[in-house]
T-cell receptor, first 112, second 112 residues
Framework: DAGVIQSPRHEVTEMGQEVTLRCKPI?????LFWYRQTMMRGLELLIY????????DSGMPEDRFSAKMPNASFSTLKIQPSEPRDSAVYFC??????????FGQGTRLTVV | SQQGEEDPQALSIQEGENATMNCSYK?????LQWYRQNSGRGLVHLIL?????REKHSGRLRVTLDTSKKSSSLLITASRAADTASYFC????????????FGTGTQLKVEL
């Protein structure tokens, strides 16, 4: 298995633009997580899904953030409109029933 | 907010020496895990210890858990330059749906 695949690896966008981050979890995994990593706040859980259903989105910072999982093999995290303080590395991770999570390589987002 | 605090924040040792890092957490947990993150990469699961376990070994890794003190330690024996990375503890709680809360991380540098 190729592991969790995220795209793009790097994204530079201007403030106010819409940004869409993509994730393909490991086949067969039933949990999908979106994390954000910054120097100031470390690793924060934004939202997670179980069997494609959003379970806990309490970590989503604002209404500008939204996430979807239309099927078991694809998820998106959208920021609209983006702001400079959204600059961070965004990780997608998946797991199969247990707590061991498998992380993607991350998307480094820079909003200028 | 971060569940775990790690200590030290940074650690520099010589190849062949042992490295010990500590993690403290705030609430009762179900499991505690340790992850490694190489620069610019995603997190990789190293080892999991359950709340009813006190010690676990995996290769050169030794993890201890003291639930009365809400703390864990990760020992890497006979360190190698390739062990240079950031190390994070992560906890999950019963009923939390495999949601992980990460510590602040320890940056380990192993010098030749």
């Amino acid at each position: 298995d190729a592991g969790v695949i995220q795209s793009p690896r790097h994204e530079v966008t201007e403030m106010g633009q819409e940004v869409t981050l993509r994730c393909k979890p490991i086949s067969g995994h039933d949990y999908l997580f979106w994390y954000r990593q910054t120097m100031m706040r470390g690793l924060e859980l934004l939202i997670y899904f179980n069997n494609n259903v959003p379970i806990d989105d309490s970590g989503m910072p604002e209404d500008r953030f939204s996430a979807k999982m239309p099927n078991a093999s694809f998820s998106t995290l959208k920021i609209q409109p983006s702001e400079p303080r959204d600059s961070a590395v965004y990780f997608c991770a998946s797991s199969l029933r247990g707590p061991e999570a498998f992380f993607g390589q991350g998307t480094r987002l820079t909003v200028v | 907010s971060q569940q775990g605090e790690e200590d030290p924040q940074a650690l520099s040792i010589q190849e062949g020496e042992n490295a010990t890092m500590n993690c403290s957490y705030k609430t009762s947990i179900n499991n505690l895990q340790w992850y490694r993150q190489n620069s610019g990469r995603g997190l990789v699961h190293l080892i999991l210890i359950r709340s009813n376990e006190r010690e676990k070994h995996s290769g050169r890794l030794r993890v201890t858990l003291d639930t009365s003190k809400k703390s864990s330690s990760l020992l890497i024996t006979a360190s190698r330059a390739a062990d240079t990375a950031s190390y994070f503890c992560a906890t999950d709680v019963t009923g939390g749906g495999n949601k992980l809360t990460f510590g602040t991380g320890t940056q380990l540098k192993v010098e030749l």
